[in-house]
């Protein structure tokens, strides 16, 4: 029996890259998954076989729900279907993201809004759904939101990406403390280099990826699916009484690494 059985899960832009790992990680640990994505029915599909094929035969199933999750009636529409077909939610993986790269002072009004409508507005808004689901029956809940190591380290070029994280830091954080007594637990992961499509700027060009990886203590970028594994741990009871934190995987990166020779000690 997985750790996970039994559990109705939402995750957001699960069609690729950690949604879609995750996704998969969780119908082998048994949940049944709604498998939400914004455009590309195709990849959402591949995402689902994906997962029955990871149950090995054992039980659960997986839906497939289509939404922005920058927009509120959508968004809705999203937790509806799934709450519908399922029954009942138990754990929220908040997970769609985007960012663009352009140098602060040439960044558009409307390109900030779009990430932080996707990144952090979109993560609340889901979160405040299952949280109102949550309080409607017994049994408390969990949400789990995909941050990054940049709630921490800042990200030129990356203005509005930072802003998101840092936000969702406190976002975690605060739904944490609000809803501690009720059974609702709010955690988050914070991801460092990923191997995922977000990052082929440089995963497939051999000199990009040896200058992200050398900045990495453990000497490389992760696979999703070893992050998929955190979001696993965090949902499951094994993580009853966590509750308000970031658990960071990210190979090293949060220890400022620069520091691995001691250039600032005088020896």
């Known amino acids: 029996m997985g750790r996970l059985e039994g559990k109705n899960v939402l995750i957001t832009g699960a069609s690729s890259g950690i949604g879609q790992a995750t996704a998969v990680r969780f119908a082998r640990e048994g ?58 939610l138990d754990v929220l993986v908040n997970n769609a993201g985007i960012q663009k790269a352009t140098p602060s002072h040439e960044l558009e009004a409307a390109d900030f809004d779009r990430v932080i409508g996707v990144n952090l507005r979109g993560a609340f808004l889901c979160a405040r759904e299952a949280i109102r689901h949550f309080l409607s029956r017994p049994g408390g809940g969990v949400i789990l939101n995909n941050s990054s190591v940049h709630e921490i380290i800042p990200k030129p070029k990356y203005l509005s990406y930072s802003i998101s994280k840092g936000g969702m830091r406190k976002l975690t954080e605060t739904l944490a403390l609000e809803d501690a007594g009720q059974g609702i637990r709010v955690n988050a992961v914070g991801p460092g280099a990923v191997v995922t499509p977000i990052n082929d700027a440089w995963i497939h060009n051999p000199k990009a990826r040896a200058e992200v990886e050398s900045h990495i203590p453990m000497g490389r970028a992760a696979d999703a699916p070893e992050i998929a594994a955190v979001f696993a741990f965090l949902a499951s009871d094994e993580a009853s009484y966590i509750t308000g934190q970031t658990l960071f995987a990210c190979g090293g990166l949060t220890l400022y690494p620069e520091f691995r020779v001691a250039w600032s000690s005088g020896e």
């Not at 039980?59 to 968004?75: C, K, L, P």
């Open 31 to 88: 949940a049944n998954v709604a498998i939400n994505y914004r455009s590309g029915a195709e990849q959402a599909e591949a995402t689902r076989a994906e997962a029955q094929a990871a149950r090995a035969g054992g039980g659960g199933r997986e839906i497939i729900v289509q939404a922005d999750v920058s927009n509120e009636d959508q968004i809705k529409r999203m937790f509806a279907t799934t709450i519908a077909d399922f029954g009942r």
